[in-house]
């Protein structure tokens, strides 16, 4: 039996990052709004409403205060959709790269 492999033996690859090629950003989902849509704090201080894709929605559980990468769609509206949710071992990653204030997700937790 195979050891070290995510679930369904799918492993688990490189994190994305943030890339200003592609307009995608870090965000802390503030609220779970329902029906596959959250309320997330990006790191420009924006709350925008993200929608959560289709091949997301039944296999990746979103919880307020989990840090996700996420696409905004550009339009006036402040929509876009989630990209990537990370785990608790990547947010120390890029906390300690310092991609993610450590003051946004302080203050998340700490409103819960």
Known sequence: MAR???????????????SEDE???L??????VGAGFLEVLCTDGEVYM???PGKMRRRVWMREGDVV?????????KK???VYRYVRDEVRKLVESG???EELVEEVAGAE
Request: charged share 25%; glycine share 16%.
């Open 80 to 82: 876009g959709e989630v």
């Open 99 to 101: 991609l993610l204030p």
């Open 27 to 32: 965000c802390i989902v503030q609220r779970v």
């Open 23 to 25: 307009g995608t950003m």
């Open 50 to 52: 993200a929608r959560i």
């Open 69 to 77: 990468l996420f696409l905004p769609w550009g339009t006036a509206d």
């Open 4 to 18: 070290g492999r995510g679930r369904k033996g799918q492993e688990r690859g490189e994190a994305p990052l943030p």
